[in-house]
């Protein structure tokens, strides 16, 4: 927590951030039964045509047990190792959890951008804090989530009479840009293509790394990587 708060002044929220980024990045963790090995991707589109021009895993062992709101200590080591990978710096980073819609105002996407300097938003399936109502039906609206007083993010409909997702700003970005690019980004489902492609491929890697350590009698504790790859 001491981290957080000191970590907190540097998030940038003048923004605007990139209007029309080129390449985006998603991110995702996915966790083996039982908590002990994690697997992270990263996967980078084009922003235009939304294929993936590059992505990158890291597998390895969680530091410490679920905590709520210590997400980003937990998934920070292999999500980093993950980007270094990458052959592709992209220009927007979109990750599967929160930015300032936290109760430290620092979610993993605050986390992310200022470590990476990269502008970066938070996209959840569910909220962490705050209170909202209930955004119309049609896809592209919103309200206000908030917390405290405070406009933390937006709950924002990607799909006609689907479940909202929850959009913060994470880093060097602003909540108006960080909404458009999410609506960019979801043209046929709820949750951004980043998502969904960082989802398979963490799944993915997670599988070939539980694989590999009942095959070797390994205990998961070292670290795997494997490098980028363009397809």
Excluded at 62 to 75: I, M, N, Q, T, W
Excluded at 101 to 120: D, Q
Excluded at 126 to 151: C, H, K
Aim: proline share 7%.
């Amino acid at each position: 927590m001491a981290v957080q708060e000191e970590l907190r002044p540097l998030v940038d929220l003048a923004g605007p951030g990139p209007s029309a980024p080129a390449t985006v990045a998603g991110l995702d963790v996915a966790y083996a039964e039982g908590g002990d090995l994690l697997a992270a991707a990263v996967t980078v589109l084009d922003a235009r045509t939304l294929a993936v021009v590059d992505s990158a895993v890291g597998v390895g062992r969680p530091a410490f047990g679920y905590v709520p709101g210590l997400f980003a200590f937990r998934e920070l080591p292999a999500l980093l190792a993950a980007l270094d990978r990458l052959t592709t710096t992209p220009d927007l980073l979109v990750c599967d959890g929160h930015g300032l819609a936290h109760p430290r105002r620092f979610g993993l996407a605050c986390h992310l951008g200022v470590i990476t300097g990269l502008p970066a938003i938070g996209v959840a399936k569910t909220p962490l804090v705050g209170v909202w109502d209930q955004p119309s039906a049609e896809r592209g609206s919103w309200s206000s989530l908030r917390d405290g007083g405070e406009v933390v993010g937006r709950v924002l409909r990607t799909r006609d009479g689907v479940k909202p997702v929850f959009v913060s700003v994470g880093h060097r970005m602003s909540l108006e840009n960080a909404t458009a690019q999410v609506l960019a980004l979801t043209p046929r489902y709820r949750l951004p293509e980043t998502t969904r492609t960082a989802d398979r491929l963490c799944r993915d890697a997670l599988a070939e790394a539980e694989q590999a350590r009942w095959l070797a009698g390994q205990s998961g504790h070292q670290e795997v990587g494997r490098r980028s790859r363009k397809p």
